[in-house]
């Protein structure tokens, strides 16, 4: 129970501890040919005194916690970017990518004002960053297209084992989309390097 509790408080980003504040990273993936964005939902006290003495007990298993904020943007908008050094793409991408910031800290904040105060750090990715650092085609996100190909034409080499030993595929693109979707891949990849794992750390992997 309390590894659960801990885990709500995570994504809630609930309670009143002075400490506990979340840290914030917003993201803007691009639009591509890979799938799109979403967010994961989240917990929220209702107000009433019940539910406000259970977020400040969740605060308490939980000193700090991370929101990620996904929005869609089109490709078209950074492709003049994709080629240049991180930190080094000029005034212009700045300012683009803190009104995209505005935006999306406004939506958060529509919706959890009580966070507004509690906010420590913020961080903004675009697609182009999602080009640095995952090689994302366009930017987009969450890997590969969702379509019946990646199912079918495509299940022959998205798995862990490549055939290569020593060499394992782990991720999304393993499994499913998306953080679920992902530990998944990890489990697959595990299970497929060390079978036994499966049985001897089943608690730790599930």
């Known amino acids: 129970m309390e590894r659960k509790a801990r885990d709500i408080a995570r994504f809630s980003g609930a309670g009143d501890k002075p400490e506990g504040k979340p840290i914030v990273g917003a993201a803007a993936p691009g639009e591509g040919k890979g799938n799109g964005g979403g967010t994961d939902g989240a917990s929220e006290s209702d107000g009433t005194t ?33 080629d240049d050094r991180v930190k080094k793409r000029g005034a212009q991408y700045e300012a683009k990518k803190a009104l ?3 935006h999306l800290m406004s939506a958060l904040l529509a919706v959890r004002p009580d966070l507004r105060d509690r906010i420590e750090h913020v961080t903004m990715a675009s697609p182009a960053s999602n080009v640095h650092y995952l090689y994302a085609p366009h930017g987009a996100s969450y890997g590969l297209d969702h379509d019946v190909s990646r199912f079918t034409e495509c299940r022959e080499s998205l798995h862990p084992d490549t055939g290569v030993p020593g060499l394992y595929l782990t991720g999304q693109d393993v499994c499913s989309v998306g953080v679920a979707g992902a530990a998944m891949g990890g489990f697959f990849a595990a299970a497929a390097a060390s079978p036994w794992a499966l049985i001897t750390h089943a608690d730790v992997l599930l």
């Open 50 to 82: 019940e539910s406000k003495a259970s977020a400040a007990a969740l605060a308490d298993l939980v000193p700090s916690s991370t929101a990620i904020l996904v929005a869609e943007a089109p490709w078209s908008a950074f492709v003049q970017w994709q």
């Open 100 to 102: 995209l910031q505005d």
